[in-house]
Nanobody
Framework: QVQFVESGGGLVQPGGSLRLSCAAS????????MDWYRQAPGKQREFVAR???????NYADSVKGRFTISRDNAKNTVYLQMSSLKPEDTAVYYC???????WGQGTQVTVSS
C-alpha cells in the first residue's frame, strides 16, 4: 500500500501563500482519486480538494478560487497551492488516496499576523 508524507506547512500572514506537497512512497499513476483534507483545532476533519487521474478537480466552497490542487505522476507527488490565506485556513492538512483508509501525519498550516 502506498504511504503518503505531507510537507510544506508553516506560519504565514493573512493574504500569504503556501504550497503543500504530498509525497508518495510509490507510484501514484494508478491512484484515481487523491484528496486533501484539513482539521482545525476542535473541529472535524473536512474535505478541501480533489484531483482525479484525468486531471479533473473540485474544491470545497470555502477554498474555491484560492486553492489549486495538482499532481505530478512523474514525481509521485500531489500539491496544494494555497493563496489569499485566511486565519480560518489554520489547520493540519492531510492528503489521502480516496480508496485507502490510512491517514498520514499531516502538515500544520497556521495563518496569523
Amino acid at each position: 500500500q502506498v504511504q503518503f508524507v505531507e510537507s510544506g506547512g508553516g506560519l504565514v500572514q493573512p493574504g500569504g501563500s503556501l504550497r503543500l506537497s504530498c509525497a508518495a512512497s510509490g507510484s501514484i499513476v494508478s491512484i484515481t482519486i487523491m484528496d486533501w483534507y484539513r482539521q482545525a483545532p476542535g473541529k472535524q476533519r473536512e474535505f478541501v480538494a480533489r484531483i482525479l487521474s484525468t486531471g479533473s478537480t473540485n474544491y470545497a466552497d470555502s477554498v474555491k478560487g484560492r486553492f489549486t490542487i495538482s499532481r505530478d505522476n512523474a514525481k509521485n507527488t500531489v500539491y496544494l497551492q494555497m493563496s489569499s490565506l485566511k486565519p480560518e485556513d489554520t489547520a493540519v492538512y492531510y492528503c489521502k488516496d480516496f480508496f485507502s483508509s490510512g491517514w498520514g501525519q499531516g502538515t500544520q498550516v497556521t495563518v496569523s499576523s
